[in-house]
């Protein structure tokens, strides 16, 4: 089946936030005397915030905690790293009729503006925000989908945790995976990518 649209997630595959993260993590950890350590945190990334703060055991403030973590990114936005090409793959894309899309764990407003300061300028964006559930949940593939008309099989969607993975599998989309994110593919289980400029390589393979 040929691949028609390339989807990809944002952190870790389309930029570097990892440090951002932390800061944020590390702030509201200090306002709210939260005890668990970014490293906690990080384990889950990937996960819509709720959730990762469910996992960790975090049950109260979370709103408040949620709010402040975002609000704290947005003012070191400049702090975050954009990964080679990451703006380039989207014209390479669209230039050879295949449709783009961001599917995120990141609330609508910073993966926004994050989009906008890297000019990440996908056909379609879905966060959290626009669906019940996120990540691996299906909600947010089969929104797209909707707003697309396109199969699952012809969606080839790019991630770089084992979130995206199960996501992907859950949705029957193609799945390649960023080995230069923030897991590695310690198993050897996924086709992998080392740069963004290996997409095209892979699409024609996959063709």
Same mark, same amino acid.
């Given at each position: ?9 944002l952190?870790?595959?389309l930029?570097? @936030?990892?440090d951002?993260? =932390? ?12 005890? #668990?350590?970014?490293h906690?945190? +990080?384990? %889950?990334i ?5 959730? /990762?703060?469910k996992?960790i055991?975090?049950?109260?403030? #979370?709103?408040? /905690?949620r709010?402040?973590?975002?609000g704290? +990114?947005? !003012?070191n &936005?400049?702090k975050? =790293? *954009? %990964?080679k090409d @990451? @703006?380039?793959?989207? *014209?390479?894309l669209n230039?050879n ?5 961001i /599917? ?10 994050i989009c906008? !300061?890297?000019e ?5 964006? /879905?966060t ?9 949940n299906?909600? @947010?593939g089969? =929104? %797209? ?9 012809e969606?080839?969607?790019?991630g770089?945790?084992?979130?995206? %993975? ?10 390649l995976?960023a080995?230069?994110?923030? +897991?590695?593919?310690?198993?050897n289980q996924?086709?992998?990518?080392d740069?963004?400029?290996? &997409?095209?390589? !892979?699409?024609r393979?996959? #063709?």
């Amino acid at each position: 089946m040929k691949i028609k649209s390339v989807v990809f997630d944002l952190d870790g595959v389309l930029v570097n @936030s990892l440090d951002v993260m =932390e800061i944020s993590w590390n702030s509201v950890k200090e306002k709210y005397s939260v005890n #668990q350590s970014f490293h906690s945190y +990080a384990k %889950y990334i990937g996960l819509p915030f709720l959730e /990762i703060l469910k996992k960790i055991g975090i049950e109260e403030n #979370q709103d408040d /905690i949620r709010n402040d973590y975002f609000g704290f +990114a947005r !003012k070191n &936005i400049n702090k975050i =790293e *954009q %990964y080679k090409d @990451s @703006s380039k793959i989207f *014209q390479i894309l669209n230039n050879n009729g295949i449709a783009t899309g961001i /599917i995120t764990s990141k609330n609508s407003k910073n993966t926004n503006l994050i989009c906008k !300061k890297f000019e990440l300028f996908a056909d379609e964006i /879905i966060t959290p925000d626009d669906v019940i559930k996120g990540k691996p949940n299906k909600d @947010s593939g089969l =929104e %797209y989908l909707k707003r697309t008309g396109f199969k699952s099989n012809e969606v080839l969607y790019v991630g770089d945790m084992e979130t995206d %993975y199960i996501f992907s599998k859950n949705m029957g989309f193609n799945f390649l995976f960023a080995n230069y994110g923030y +897991a590695h593919n310690k198993s050897n289980q996924y086709d992998t990518i080392d740069n963004l400029m290996d &997409i095209i390589n !892979k699409l024609r393979i996959i #063709q």
